[in-house]
């Protein structure tokens, strides 16, 4: 497949996603009246539904807070953990003595639990180029498929731009915002037409699978 006939499904694509959206705002619009948004109850018109005087839920008997036999989520500790950071002190709190490794009498432990700082990596794929000894004509090695520009998004940062996209429907404005910020460095540039158009086709193929996943379940 050629790369214009990509590029036109790609921009087809994304022109559906923007459809699809459009579409899901025009439903959320029509379904809001004063019960589920800020609008004021003359706005209900005809429509409006009936007033329920008091709390349908009915009394359990149990008592509030967490029942007998219930796990918690507290967070535990592991046996194993990826770093460990020494810490010391040089003098005591008591009496400001000087404090040595030999005075040490054990360790107190704390753990943090925290996601690692984001850091992009660049994968520089390098095509050999041949030139043949019989019919001196030139070959190329093929790249892997995806890899189609001299700089472009790998497939996790593009995966992830799509998920908070289509999934948290954050705009593809913020979206760029968010990747230039946390993700990419100062001196790459944030999403540009191409990355965007990548993110509507995906977002495309994201919002097929989970009807796919919705009609399988239903």
């Given at each position: 497949?050629s ?10 694509l994304?022109q ?9 705002d ?14 004021p109850?003359?706005s ?7 007033r ?8 359990s008997?149990k008592?509030s807070g967490?029942?007998?036999g219930?796990?918690?989520g507290?967070l535990r ?9 020494e ?8 009496c ?7 005075m ?6 704390r753990q943090?639990?925290d996601?690692?700082a ?6 520089e794929?390098?095509g050999?180029i041949?030139s043949?000894?019989r019919?001196r004509k030139t070959t190329?090695a ?9 700089a472009?998004?790998?497939a996790?940062?593009?995966?992830a731009?799509i998920?908070l996209?289509a999934?948290?429907l954050?705009?593809?404005d913020?979206v760029?915002?968010?990747m230039d ?6 001196q790459h540039?944030c999403l540009?037409?191409?990355?965007s158009?990548?993110?509507?086709a ?11 996943k919705?009609g399988?379940a239903?």
């Amino acid at each position: 497949m050629s790369s214009e006939v990509c590029a036109l499904i790609d921009r087809l694509l994304l022109q559906i996603a923007v459809l699809e959206r459009e579409v899901a705002d025009l439903r959320r619009q029509l379904g809001k009246d004063s019960s589920n948004s800020s609008k004021p109850p003359s706005s209900d018109g005809l429509g409006k539904k009936p007033r329920i005087a008091g709390s349908l839920r009915g009394k359990s008997g149990k008592k509030s807070g967490g029942q007998s036999g219930h796990k918690g989520g507290t967070l535990r500790r592991v046996a194993t953990p990826d770093f460990i950071v020494e810490h010391s002190a040089v003098c005591c709190v008591h009496c400001q003595a000087g404090l040595f490794a030999a005075m040490a009498t054990g360790a107190e432990a704390r753990q943090v639990f925290d996601l690692p700082a984001p850091r992009l990596e660049v994968t520089e794929h390098r095509g050999q180029i041949y030139s043949c000894a019989r019919c001196r004509k030139t070959t190329k090695a093929a790249f892997p498929a995806g890899v189609i520009g001299p700089a472009q998004y790998g497939a996790r940062l593009r995966a992830a731009a799509i998920y908070l996209n289509a999934q948290q429907l954050i705009p593809e404005d913020r979206v760029a915002e968010i990747m230039d910020d946390r993700l990419v460095p100062r001196q790459h540039c944030c999403l540009g037409p191409s990355q965007s158009a990548g993110i509507g086709a995906g977002r495309s193929r994201h919002h097929n699978k989970i009807s796919g996943k919705s009609g399988a379940a239903s």
